[in-house]
C-alpha cells in the first residue's frame, strides 16, 4: 500500500490515502476530542469503526488548570494501537496537550521570556519542551501563543509577547523553530520535535475591557499592522497547526469567519497546515447567536475553513450530511483531510505510531534543561529601578526576606504547566539563604505581616517580594484594578517607613501598577512567574551573578485609567492627548530596563541617506559598556515614516540586538531596514512603500533620542 510505504513522497502517501477513505472515515479525521475514563470503551469502539483525527490530553476547559497527567506513555500507545491495528485504514491518531513554557521543566512564563529581547533562547527553551513532551508520547503543543495585548487587565497577556508585532513576530518565529525543529530533505520532521500551532487567530488580546472572550472591534489597518504580524511569522516559520480565537471580532466570531481563516490565513499567507477550532469554539457559535443550532454552526465553521473541531461535535454529527446535501462540497472535505493527513505523514505518524519507551523524560538531559530555565529566567528579569543597593553587598549581615511571595513555590511557575510540578520550585527565601550562607536570613514564613515588620526592622537590608499568584492571570482570570492584590501597598508602605534599605522583587504575569512602589523603593526588580528555577535564577541577579538585561515587551501604565497605553500610537492632529489627573506616559515605557552597568549608544550612521523603494539601509551605532562591570544590552531601533498616506505610529520597533559587553568593550550593532520594514498596509487594502522622508531612533528603550533620516525616492 503506497501510503504505507516511507519511500513515497507525502504528496504521493496522502492522496493514495485519501482516495481509499469512505465520507465517514474523512469526517472522523476532521474531530478532535477528549477521552474520559467513563467514556472510554465507547470512543474506542468508534476508533474502530471510523478512525480519529486527535485526542486533547486535558480534561478541562480552562487553560491553566491542568491538576494531572492526563495519558501516560502505556495508555497513549494502547489507544494508538488500536486506531493502528483494528480500523479499516490504521491512520493514527494526533495527541494534543497544552505545552506553553515547558512540559516537565517549567521556563519562565512567555512574557518573560519575551522580555529576554533573545529569539534564540525562547528557540532553545521550546526545543526542551519539545524533547520532554516527544519524550511523553504526546505530538502537538498548543502553542505558541502570539496574541498581542495592549490591556493588562486581559489574564491571557502572560501566554504572550506583550504589545509589539515586530518583537511578536520574531519570538513567534522562534518559538515555532523550537517546537518543530527543521524538516529532513525528504519533509520528515525530526524526532524529538512536537507540532506546534500559532494562536489565538486573531486579535483575540483586543476583548473589549480586558475581559477574556469578549468581543472585539479592530479595524483591518490595525488588524494587518499590528494583530496579524506575528502569525504571518508563524506561517512562514512553518508552523504546522493554527488555532482560532473564541472571541467574536468586528461583527463575527473568529471562529466563523471566512475572511479570516481562508481568505487571509490560507489563500492571501500560503498556510498549508490545518486550522483547529478552540475548545468548542464551532459549538459555541450557537452562543454567539449566529447560527440557531450545531449543524449550521458546522456549516458555517467548515465553510469558513476549521478543517478540525475541538472537543465540541458539530462535525461528527453533522458533516457527513451537509456533504451529502451539497451544502459543503466534497473537494472541501477532501482539502480539510489532506491538510490533516499530510501533517501526520511529516510527523512520522505513520511509520513510527507509538511512542518510543527509550524516549522517556527520564533519558534526558533534565539537568541541562533545567540550567537553561535559570539562565531564561534571570536573562527575562528587569530592573525598573536601582539606586545602588543591588547587587546586594556578598557581606550583607542580616538580611530580611519577607513578603507574600518570598516562601511560594507554585507562583513561580506560572498560570499554565502542570500542576503536579506544584511543590517543585525552590523558594526565594531557601534560595537567599543557600546563596549567602554566612548572613542570618530574617524571615516571617507565617505570613503574618506585623512579624515580616519584626523581621524588617531587625535587618540591614530587606527583600520583599510581592507581586501576583498564577491564579490571578492566565485564561479567564482577568482583573479590573491593575493594583498590586489587596495588602500588599499597605505592606510596603509600612515597611517603606522603617527606612531600610529596600529592594523590592515583583513575580506578575501582567503588568501592575508600581507607582506608589517605585519612588520609595530604593530597587525595583520585575521578575516574572519565572519557571522552576525561579527563585535561584532571582537570588542570581539579586547578587550580581548575573547582570540583568531584561527589557519590558510591554508598556507599564501608571495606573488602568491609562489603558491601553501603548508607545506606537499613532500620531494625532490636534494637541497631544492628556489627562488632568495624570501624565498620559507610562511608569515605564516599552524596551526599558536597566543594568548593573551602564551604556553609551553613539556614532550613528544611515547609510545610504537615499533610496529607491526596494533598496536597503543600513542604520549602525556603537554601543559602549562604559561601567564597571560586564553587562548586556539590547539595542533598539525605531522608524517613523515622516509622511504617510495613512495615520501611522509615531515609531516602530523594527530591529534590536542582545549585545555582551565586557566592561570598557565596545561594539558596532547594525540594522537592516528594506522593504519588508518599510510598508505597511495602507490605502486600498495594499502594503505600500510610500516614498520620502523617514527617521530612525537608536537606543535602549522605546524613548530612544540618538536620531538619523534617510529618503526613499
Ligand atoms: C482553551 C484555550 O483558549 C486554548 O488556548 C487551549 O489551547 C485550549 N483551551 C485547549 O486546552
Known amino acids: 500500500m503506497k501510503y504505507k510505504d516511507p519511500n513515497c513522497s507525502v504528496g504521493e502517501r496522502v492522496e493514495d490515502l485519501l482516495a481509499r477513505m469512505t465520507l465517514e472515515e474523512k469526517v472522523a479525521q476532521c474531530v478532535q476530542i477528549y477521552i474520559p475514563p467513563e467514556g472510554r470503551e465507547e470512543i474506542l469502539a468508534r476508533i474502530r469503526k471510523t478512525g480519529l483525527g486527535s485526542r486533547i490530553l486535558s480534561a478541562v476547559p480552562l ?39 515547558g512540559q516537565h521543566t517549567v521556563f519562565p512564563i512567555p512574557l518573560a521570556m519575551a522580555a529576554a529581547f533573545d529569539p ?97 472591534e479592530i479595524t483591518d489597518h490595525t488588524l494587518r499592522n499590528i494583530y496579524l504580524p506575528p502569525f504571518k511569522a508563524a506561517v512562514q516559520a512553518g508552523v504546522g497547526t493554527v488555532m482560532s480565537a473564541f472571541h467574536d471580532l468586528n461583527g463575527e466570531p473568529a471562529s466563523g469567519s471566512r475572511y479570516l481563516l481562508t481568505d487571509i490565513l490560507k489563500d492571501e499567507f500560503g498556510f498549508e497546515g490545518f486550522i483547529v477550532s478552540d475548545w468548542a469554539s464551532v459549538g459555541e457559535l450557537v452562543n454567539h447567536r449566529v447560527v440557531a443550532g450545531e449543524r449550521d454552526a458546522a456549516a458555517l465553521a467548515f465553510d469558513a475553513g476549521f478543517d478540525m473541531e475541538m472537543i465540541s461535535e458539530c462535525y461528527t454529527h453533522h458533516l457527513a450530511e451537509l456533504v451529502q446535501a451539497g451544502e459543503i462540497s466534497a473537494q472541501r472535505l477532501d482539502d480539510a483531510v ?24 527520564e533519558q534526558l538531559p533534565l539537568d ?10 534571570a536573562r527575562g528579569m528587569v530592573l525598573l529601578k536601582n539606586n545602588g543597593l543591588l547587587p546586594l553587598k556578598p557581606d550583607a549581615r542580616r538580611v530580611a526576606v519577607i513578603g507574600p511571595y518570598a516562601h511560594e513555590r507554585r507562583t513561580m511557575l506560572g498560570s499554565w504547566v502542570n500542576d503536579i510540578l506544584a511543590d517543585e520550585p525552590g523558594t526565594l527565601a531557601d534560595a537567599l539563604r543557600a546563596a549567602l550562607p554566612e548572613a542570618q536570613i530574617l524571615t516571617a514564613p507565617s505570613g503574618l505581616y506585623d512579624e515580616m515588620l519584626m523581621a524588617a526592622a531587625e535587618a540591614d537590608v530587606v527583600v520583599l517580594a510581592l507581586g501576583e499568584s498564577h491564579a490571578r492571570n492566565g485564561e479567564y482570570n482577568c482583573v479590573a484594578s491593575i493594583e498590586l492584590p489587596a495588602g500588599q501597598q499597605a505592606l510596603f508602605d509600612a515597611l517603606a517607613g522603617l527606612g531600610k534599605p529596600l529592594a523590592v522583587v515583583v513575580y506578575t504575569g ?11 523603593a530604593d530597587a525595583l526588580l520585575l521578575a516574572w512567574h519565572p519557571g522552576s528555577l525561579g527563585a535561584e535564577a532571582t537570588v542570581d541577579v539579586l547578587l550580581g551573578a548575573v547582570n540583568p538585561g531584561g527589557k519590558l515587551p510591554v508598556s507599564f501604565p501608571r495606573g488602568e485609567g491609562q489603558i491601553p497605553v501603548h508607545y506606537n500610537h499613532n500620531s494625532t492632529g490636534r494637541f497631544n492627548p492628556r489627562y488632568h489627573d495624570m501624565p498620559v506616559t507610562p511608569l515605564f515605557p516599552f524596551g526599558f530596563g536597566l543594568s548593573y552597568t551602564r551604556f553609551a549608544i553613539d556614532g550613528l550612521e544611515v547609510q545610504p541617506q537615499a533610496v529607491q523603494p526596494g533598496g536597503r539601509v543600513r542604520v549602525s551605532v556603537t554601543v559602549t559598556n562604559i561601567g564597571e562591570r560586564d553587562g548586556e544590552e539590547v539595542v533598539q531601533c525605531y ?42 498596509y495602507g490605502p486600498g487594502g495594499r502594503w505600500v512603500l510610500e516614498p520620502g522622508e523617514f527617521k530612525v531612533w537608536v537606543g535602549s528603550d522605546s524613548n530612544a533620542s540618538l536620531e538619523g533620516s534617510f529618503r526613499v525616492a
Open 639 to 680: 522608524l517613523q515614516d515622516c509622511v504617510s498616506r495613512l495615520t501611522r505610529p509615531v515609531r516602530e520597533l523594527k530591529g534590536f540586538e542582545r549585545v555582551a559587553l565586557q566592561a570598557g568593550e565596545s561594539r558596532r550593532v547594525s540594522f537592516e531596514l528594506g522593504a519588508e520594514e518599510l510598508s505597511y
Open 120 to 216: 534564540a533562547a525562547l528557540e532553545q527553551a521550546s526545543a526542551i519542551a519539545a524533547a520532554e513532551t516527544a519524550s511523553m508520547g504526546i505530538h502537538w503543543t498548543f502553542a505558541p501563543m502570539m496574541d498581542i495585548a495592549r490591556d493588562p487587565r486581559w489574564g491571557r497577556i502572560i501566554e504572550g509577547y506583550g504589545e509589539d508585532p515586530y518583537l511578536g513576530a520574531q519570538m513567534a518565529a522562534a518559538a515555532v523553530r523550537g517546537f518543530q525543529g527543521e524538516l529532513d530533505e525528504k519533509g520528515y520532521a525530526r524526532p524529538g520535535r512536537v507540532l506546534a500551532c500559532a494562536k489565538h487567530y486573531v486579535g483575540y488580546g483586543a476583548a473589549e475591557g480586558g475581559r477574556d472572550y469578549n468581543t472585539g
Open 338 to 361: 489532506r491538510r490533516v493527513l499530510a501533517v501526520k505523514f511529516r510527523l512520522g505518524l505513520f511509520d513510527h505510531p507509538y511512542a518510543d519507551t527509550d524516549r522517556q523524560l
Open 510 to 520: 501582567r503588568p501592575v501598577a508600581l507607582t506608589r512602589i517605585a519612588p520609595q
Open 63 to 101: 487553560g491553566g488548570s491542568v491538576t494531572q497527567r492526563t495519558a501516560g506513555i502505556a495508555d497513549l500507545n494502547e489507544v494508538q494501537r488500536i486506531a493502528v491495528e483494528e480500523s479499516r485504514l490504521g491512520i493514527p491518531i494526533l495527541s494534543g496537550m497544552d505545552v506553553i513554557h
Open 368 to 377: 541541562e534543561y533545567r540550567a537553561a530555565s535559570r539562565r531564561a529566567a
